[in-house]
């Protein structure tokens, strides 16, 4: 009987950390890898507030949150908040097809081999982490809904509130 409570304690504290979308602080793996315009390199954006968002063409929930990143960006950009969207298809052109109907303002990277969404064990899309000041993921989300957007907003702005230096 006890065996079966701890299960299902631990179960039930799974699920828990799931819903609340809140990863345990870690360092975020780095990165560089081809972009719009060149290439990004996540030890460049040091200092500052990183929403790395991963995404891909066929996503129905990408294409819902690329409006809302294009506004974060406009609204936080000059307070140090830099998105990242890094896209997992396969085939480029699939990627620069939706592309085309988006109006965007953010960094968009590509990672056909799915590399680096492995590195951040990447559940499902869209998924994204937030990346503080001090280079460590302080939360993750997967999914994008309406209801998400005040949650996650909130989110970026206490990250931008902690002060700049790099804690190691």
Known sequence: MMKQIRSLAGLLCICLFAVSGLAAVSEAPSFRLPAIGGEI?????????????FWASWCEPCRDSFPWMTEIQQKYRDQGLEIIAVNLDK????????????DINFIVAFDPSGETASR??????PGSYLIGRDGNIHASHLGFRDKDKAKLEKAIQQLLQQ???KVK
Request: hydrophobic content about 40%; glycine content about 12%; aromatic content about 8%.
């Open 41 to 53: 390199d996540l030890a460049q954006l040091e200092g500052k507030v990183v929403y790395l968002d």
């Open 163 to 165: 002060p700049q230096e």
């Open 120 to 125: 951040y064990d990447l559940g499902g899309m």
């Open 91 to 102: 085939e480029r052109r699939l990627a620069d097809g939706f592309l085309q109907q988006m």
